[in-house]
């Protein structure tokens, strides 16, 4: 038996499919006979594009990711799907052509009419490789490429057997395309390791498909059958590691490869731990399986080295939706000792500790997503994120000190939300301008297995498909409510002119961040600060009273004026002076009652310089009229 597993467009370029090297290599182990191949058509596609139209790099990335929300990408090949070169052409310019640029919407269009001549001709590939089974991945906007493509191939070799897997086929989301779509022969919903080797083995054999768990398939009176899903998650041990063999050697043959710095993509854990307990309100990213599994530490580091080894590339992303925080103490450090300089993105949760930041930045963790989503508690509450606006900036500012780059997004839109929970946010934005910006802000969509799609008394009772999913498919809402991931609903929390005010403050903070600093040196009898913020007239601070150096020190982690006093054994109203007072200075972010510092520890020589050269010089600055020294 041949399988070729096909990654269409808009997979990353940057990185290989985790999921059809999962899935390669599992078979390959379970099932020996069966030779598996992997067809990077998102490759193919870029050879092929640049070829006919001016295309680049931000192109792919834009309907790769950025207009995931739009589905630009998806309907792009919707011509492909229906085949169709003007299809729905006229209303996605109506709904969506105010949103773009010229460029995007020319582009757009221009795409949209050659979509099924790339699609054509890579159908004809591969029935001329004449392939048993053809799996195809399908995750955010490679539904319409991979459905056109399945369609082309049945239609040259309708002898080959179709299936179709990844998280767009989970839950009823795979039941909905096996039933819309009839040259899709097999959907695999959920974890493909077991089923997928169960399901060709069945074909191979002759035998009924029924017991294969969450496989979606015809009876012999062609009506569609979804097979109960399984009721457990796969145990750890039997989490795949990934065959990454072809991969490289495309990307370096192909165009692409001048637009990338290509990456491995490695697997420690699935689930959520968090979200075990608390869900986040707003997030459907686990799908059908919360429960947090992780693979051995042992078994986690041999892959990580085994794949680095393999194909010599130092830059890591880990897919994880959240580290084991045992890897702090045992992956990592292994990390540290082998010696490799790796440039690793992780997601992990905003809580973490100084010292175990520290340890992330020493193993080669670059970039981590730490889910700070808002920096107000009374909406993280809301979110069920289980920490403060405080916590989120200490994150922040820890990350900044070890320099580690921070990727997040400021939401908005939970029900229950007032203006006044980003007034005060949006007040202090330019005491923050020397920490990692947010990328930007936007209104929450309603997500498919998320707290606020399957509890709609929580806010978002009435919801509709999103309106991207009529501009690609030709299929009743019935039936996109079923298939669609993205849901609308009428807007909660705060208005328009709040939502404006909180973009344009984090716009601001963007263009600031690469000139702005805020650091601290710590001399033991004094604190040196040196700020460069365009919101703020002073440059270097001294602080050398000893109050003031312990509520420094203290206000390395989030306090209430109460505890902070208490723990001074200091006069309240003193305290609130000197809070008030750094405050006005940008020195410390409040809300909800806390406060934390915000200047990041000084690691470099220029700032050491400058605290050494103060030393001595400088007298104690008052809360009130802080001596600025010049600088």
Sequence with gaps: ???????????????????????????????????????????????WITERVEFHGRDYYYYSLVS???GCGDWVFSSALYEDPEWRLDEFRERLGPGMSESELALSEELHALAPLFVTELARRIADLAPDVV????????????LAAARHIKRLAPGTVTIFGGANCDGEQGAALHRNFDFVDYVVRGEGEAAFPQFLT???????????PGLCWRDEQ??????????????????????????????YASKACGWVEPKLVLEGARGCWWGEKHHCTFCGLNGSFMEFRSKSPGKFFDELVDLVRRHQVLDIFVVDNILDMAYVKSVLPRIVEAGYDLRVQYEIKSNMRYEQIGVLAEAGLMHVQPGIESLNSRVLKLMDKGVTGCHNVRMMRDAETHGLTVSWNYLFGFPGESDADYDDVIAQMPALHHLYPAGGSSRIAIERFSPYFNQPERGFAERHPDPQYSLIYDLPESELAELAYLFSSPPQGIGKASADRLESALETWKHAYPYSRLTFCDLGDAITLVSRRSGFDWTVLRLEDPLELSAFRLLGQPH????????????????????????????????????????????????????????????????????????
């Design 1 to 47: 038996m041949r399988v070729l597993l096909v990654n269409m467009p808009w997979a990353p370029i940057e990185v290989p499919s985790l999921a059809l090297g999962i899935l390669r290599n599992r078979v390959a182990k379970t099932m020996p006979d069966v030779e598996v191949d992997v067809l990077h058509a998102n490759l193919d596609f870029v050879d």
């Design 560 to 631: 209430s004026p109460a505890a902070l006093a208490r723990k001074l054994s200091a006069d309240p109203e003193r305290v609130g002076e000197l809070l008030a007072g750094w405050r006005r200075l940008g020195l410390v972010f409040t809300e909800s009652g806390t406060y934390v510092q915000i200047a990041a520890e000084a690691r470099n020589q220029e700032v050491l310089r400058i605290a050494r050269e103060h030393d001595g010089r400088g007298r104690r600055h008052g809360a009130e009229t802080p001596e600025l020294l010049p600088a």
């Design 222 to 251: 062609g009506r569609a059958v979804a097979n109960a899903m399984s009721a457990r998650p796969l145990p750890p041990g039997d989490i795949e590691s990934p065959d990454y063999d072809g991969y490289f050697e495309r990307l």
């Design 202 to 212: 069945a074909l191979r054999d002759g035998a009924s498909p029924s017991a294969v």
């Design 135 to 146: 799996g195809f991945t399908s995750t955010f906007q490679q539904n319409a490429a991979a």
């Design 68 to 70: 995931y929300f739009k």
